[in-house]
């Protein structure tokens, strides 16, 4: 069965930080990408972070630089490792495989979500 299981997702104060954890499905090897993206109540969903079969990565610029983005291909399992947390990234993270993985719109297969809030 294809999937894609998120956690890691808590509640923390700025300038914390946080891992989350995709566990992905031997079908997800066969994406071009994986990527995370989030989603604030009220807000769209907006792509994070993205890294493809090369690991490549793209950052949006609101994570460049605190948030990284990397993949255990052997354990077929994504990360995103977020630093230096802010209240601005509290949200819905959500991890995703597809052929473009820096929009929606090229996304293949979803998570269900975890919960990330960030307390000033």
């Known amino acids: 069965q294809v999937q894609l299981v998120e956690s890691g997702g808590d509640s923390v104060t700025a300038g914390g930080s946080l891992r989350l954890s995709c566990a992905a499905s031997a079908a997800s090897r066969y994406a071009t990408c994986m990527g995370w993206f989030r989603q604030a109540p009220g807000k769209e969903r907006e792509a994070v972070a993205s890294i493809d079969r090369a690991d490549k990565t793209t950052y949006s610029e609101s994570v460049k630089g605190r948030f990284t983005i990397s993949k255990e291909d052997n354990k077929d399992t994504l990360y995103l490792q977020m630093d230096s947390l802010k209240p601005e990234d509290t949200a819905s993270y959500y991890c995703?495989?597809?052929?473009?993985?820096?929009?929606?719109?090229?996304?293949?297969?979803w998570g269900q979500g975890t919960q990330v809030t960030v307390s000033s």
């Open positions: 995703a495989d597809g052929w473009v993985c820096t929009t929606s719109t090229g996304i293949g297969r």
